[in-house]
């Protein structure tokens, strides 16, 4: 489908039935797969031969979705997670182990912080966090010589800042290492950061992916961009005989397309067993299928709700990266002309309490630990995904505490509008 606009991947990438085959996807939901012989079900075991033989690993559906996200993004390789936390933990604990290091925007979500800051460090891999806005002299310091990648965020959740790809790229590169970008927010309909430099690319398809809030998720694509054996010194996982799977390199039996996908799959998901269920991968493919037609309409919602609150008393701040004179804004139109995201993030000029009373009196938006759906929802990240951070990591994130990130569904722009006015009666 390489050939096609990203509309017709959406509808029908990654599966092209047979004659008599069905035309949706097929749910294959069982664990397990039947062959002939031993003979033949080593082969699969010992990677030497393509095949199925147990869903923990790899299953048909999840591949068939796989592929479509894979080919969105203009990737060569790509795998379903169980959710975009364990897509990211993948992306990094593929190349780094203990005794590493990696450098990460600090306004990455609350969830992804937690992750890298407390439990990967508990793993014994060290992160150093930067403004996404450092200076390149910044950025150049953060480094060390144990350093395996860069991480980031399109568009961050809930800050909404914008990364340089391109800048971030050229850093990591001169560094040898990969630059990890997490599209979620963007998708690959708004950005495909593989364009710019970006190595792998992660996606909590959780979000607008599903679009729906049916099914928790998660997603890794590898460009096939990066040369792991130019850079076999610091990735010996990928360049040096794997004992667990008699002595298989990765980067020279698989390339560098299908290096990291298969050492990914073979080795963490092998071993952590992080997998999305078929049922869930049918689900994430019917959102795909009108992830074209949903992302203008959210975008469109957006903006109309961001200019409103821009002219609000009420309101202190508005961030949102599609809004003329955002400090964003220059850098979402060199990444992303056609659209960022749904997602605006606002403060008042009453504080915390007036941000509590004006959620209190949604009727329309409802309260929910979830962004980017179609229904309209709305969050006070200091109070719940950011909740864990003190207030200097709050300020470092880009979150006050009166801050609150309003998803935009794809109901109609006229009828949000007059719901955010009604709670703002109420303040």
Same mark, same amino acid.
């Given at each position: 489908?390489?050939?096609?606009?990203?509309?017709?991947?959406? *509808?029908?990438?990654?599966? *092209?039935?047979?004659?008599? =085959?069905?035309?949706?996807?097929?749910?294959?939901?069982?664990?397990?797969?039947?062959?002939?012989?031993?003979? +033949?079900?080593?082969?699969?075991?010992?990677? $030497?031969?393509?095949?199925?033989?147990?869903?923990? &690993?790899?299953?048909?559906?999840?591949?068939?979705?796989?592929?479509?996200?894979?080919?969105?993004?203009?990737?060569?390789?790509?795998?379903l997670t169980s959710s975009g936390q364990a897509a990211n933990f993948y992306a990094i604990f593929n190349i780094a182990n203990c005794g590493d290091h990696v450098v990460a925007s600090s306004t990455i979500y609350g969830g992804t912080y937690n992750l890298f800051h407390v439990t990967m460090r508990k793993m014994g891999i060290d992160f150093t966090f930067v403004e996404p806005d450092c200076s390149d002299e910044e950025l150049e310091a953060a480094f060390q010589p144990n350093t395996k990648a860069v991480f980031g965020e399109t568009i961050a959740n809930p800050a909404l800042t914008v990364l340089d790809i391109e800048r971030f790229a050229r850093a990591a590169h001169a560094h040898g290492v990969p630059l990890i970008m997490d599209n979620t927010f963007a998708t690959p309909i708004n950005c495909?950061?593989? =364009?710019?430099?970006?190595?792998?690319?992660?996606? %909590?398809?959780?979000?607008?992916?599903?679009?729906?809030?049916?099914?928790?998720?998660?997603?890794?694509?590898?460009?096939?961009?990066?040369?792991? @054996?130019?850079?076999?010194?610091?990735?010996?996982?990928?360049?040096? !005989?794997?004992? %667990?799977?008699?002595?298989?390199?990765?980067?020279?039996?698989?390339?560098?397309?299908?290096?990291?996908?298969?050492?990914?799959?073979?080795? @963490?998901?092998?071993?952590?067993? %992080?997998?999305? %269920?078929?049922?869930?991968?049918?689900?994430?493919?019917?959102?795909? $299928?009108?992830?074209?037609?949903?992302?203008?309409?959210?975008?469109?919602?957006? &903006?109309?709700?961001?200019?409103?609150?821009?002219?609000? !008393?009420?309101?202190?701040?508005?961030?949102? !990266?599609?809004? +003329?004179?955002?400090?964003?804004?220059? &850098?979402?139109?060199?990444?992303?002309?056609?659209?960022?995201?749904?997602?605006?993030?606002?403060?008042?000029?009453?504080?915390?309490?007036?941000? $509590?009373?004006?959620?209190?009196?949604?009727?329309?938006?409802?309260?929910?630990?979830? *962004?980017?759906?179609?229904?309209?929802?709305? @969050?006070?990240?200091?109070?719940?995904?950011?909740?864990?951070?003190?207030?200097?990591?709050?300020?470092?994130?880009?979150?006050?505490?009166?801050? *609150?990130?309003?998803?935009?569904?794809?109901?109609?722009?006229?009828? @949000?509008?007059?719901?955010?006015?009604?709670?703002?009666?109420?303040?």
């Amino acid at each position: 489908m390489s050939d096609y606009r990203i509309s017709t991947k959406c *509808v029908q990438g990654g599966y *092209v039935p047979g004659n008599g =085959e069905p035309r949706q996807i097929p749910i294959i939901q069982s664990t397990t797969f039947k062959y002939a012989t031993s003979e +033949e079900m080593g082969k699969l075991f010992d990677l $030497e031969a393509s095949g199925y033989f147990y869903t923990r &690993l790899q299953n048909p559906t999840n591949d068939h979705v796989a592929a479509k996200i894979c080919d969105m993004e203009g990737g060569t390789a790509a795998m379903l997670t169980s959710s975009g936390q364990a897509a990211n933990f993948y992306a990094i604990f593929n190349i780094a182990n203990c005794g590493d290091h990696v450098v990460a925007s600090s306004t990455i979500y609350g969830g992804t912080y937690n992750l890298f800051h407390v439990t990967m460090r508990k793993m014994g891999i060290d992160f150093t966090f930067v403004e996404p806005d450092c200076s390149d002299e910044e950025l150049e310091a953060a480094f060390q010589p144990n350093t395996k990648a860069v991480f980031g965020e399109t568009i961050a959740n809930p800050a909404l800042t914008v990364l340089d790809i391109e800048r971030f790229a050229r850093a990591a590169h001169a560094h040898g290492v990969p630059l990890i970008m997490d599209n979620t927010f963007a998708t690959p309909i708004n950005c495909r950061p593989i =364009e710019w430099g970006c190595d792998i690319v992660t996606h %909590s398809t959780t979000k607008y992916m599903d679009g729906h809030g049916a099914g928790v998720g998660g997603c890794i694509v590898d460009s096939g961009k990066f040369d792991w @054996l130019a850079h076999a010194d610091k990735f010996p996982g990928l360049t040096t !005989p794997d004992d %667990s799977y008699h002595g298989i390199t990765y980067a020279e039996k698989f390339g560098q397309g299908g290096a990291f996908i298969t050492k990914c799959t073979a080795q @963490l998901m092998r071993d952590f067993g %992080s997998i999305q %269920s078929p049922q869930n991968a049918f689900l994430l493919n019917l959102g795909l $299928e009108s992830l074209h037609v949903r992302m203008p309409r959210h975008c469109e919602n957006a &903006l109309a709700v961001a200019k409103y609150l821009k002219a609000h !008393p009420k309101i202190s701040f508005v961030t949102y !990266p599609g809004l +003329e004179g955002d400090k964003y804004y220059e &850098l979402a139109q060199k990444y992303m002309p056609d659209g960022t995201c749904g997602v605006v993030s606002f403060g008042f000029k009453g504080g915390r309490t007036a941000a $509590e009373i004006f959620m209190k009196h949604l009727r329309l938006a409802a309260i929910e630990t979830h *962004v980017a759906d179609a229904r309209t929802c709305v @969050l006070h990240p200091a109070s719940a995904t950011h909740r864990q951070m003190n207030d200097a990591e709050l300020a470092a994130a880009g979150i006050t505490p009166d801050l *609150v990130r309003f998803s935009c569904g794809v109901e109609d722009a006229a009828d @949000l509008i007059a719901d955010v006015e009604q709670a703002l009666n109420q303040i």
